[in-house]
């Protein structure tokens, strides 16, 4: 399956996976998820800045998955799109993931609630977090 496959798997059905890309020479990992929720975080941080005058935030937490609500949403703009570009696959060049880790040493991750990564940015990609250690193998050390 195409990185491109499972970018559409998001935007079209709201189907997340865990995915870990390698951008850069940097790993980063992360669940796909459908670009408005960043868009939507986005606009709500900038709002929060404004309020706040300026004063650096404080973005934390895990960003759960798709509510009833999203997915309808997708689901929804996925079919609007059908209808009004008939024969014309929606033109995807970025993967949106959630709860992203961009790994800078061994030791070190930076953690953010999304990223935006350009699908032309990523060199490999696997489906599959390979940054947690698998449980199975923790009983053969």
Same mark, same amino acid.
């Given at each position: 399956?195409?990185?491109?496959?499972?970018?559409?798997?998001?935007?079209?059905?709201?189907?997340?996976?865990?995915?870990?890309?390698?951008?850069?020479?940097?790993?980063?990992?992360?669940?796909?998820?459908?670009?408005?929720?960043?868009?939507?975080?986005? %606009?709500?941080?900038? @709002?929060? !800045? *404004?309020?706040?005058?300026?004063?650096?935030? /404080?973005?934390?937490?895990?960003?759960?998955?798709?509510?009833?609500?999203?997915?309808?949403?997708?689901?929804?703009?996925?079919?609007?799109?059908?209808?009004?570009?008939?024969?014309?696959?929606?033109?995807?060049? %970025?993967?949106?993931? @959630?709860? !992203? *880790?961009?790994?800078?040493?061994?030791?070190? /991750?930076?953690?953010?609630?999304?990223?935006?990564?350009?699908?032309?940015?990523?060199?490999?990609?696997?489906?599959?977090?390979?940054?947690?250690?698998?449980?199975?193998?923790?009983?053969?050390?």
């Amino acid at each position: 399956m195409s990185l491109g496959a499972i970018v559409a798997l998001a935007e079209r059905n709201g189907v997340e996976l865990p995915v870990t890309l390698i951008v850069s020479g940097k790993v980063v990992t992360g669940i796909t998820t459908p670009k408005f929720r960043f868009d939507e975080w986005f %606009v709500e941080i900038m @709002r929060r !800045a *404004e309020l706040n005058r300026g004063k650096p935030l /404080a973005i934390t937490g895990e960003m759960p998955e798709l509510s009833p609500a999203q997915l309808e949403k997708v689901r929804s703009q996925a079919a609007q799109w059908d209808r009004d570009n008939p024969g014309v696959p929606m033109d995807l060049k %970025v993967v949106c993931l @959630r709860n !992203a *880790e961009v790994v800078v040493s061994a030791n070190s /991750a930076n953690r953010l609630p999304f990223l935006d990564v350009r699908l032309d940015q990523v060199s490999a990609y696997t489906i599959g977090d390979i940054s947690r250690r698998n449980p199975l193998l923790a009983e053969q050390d």
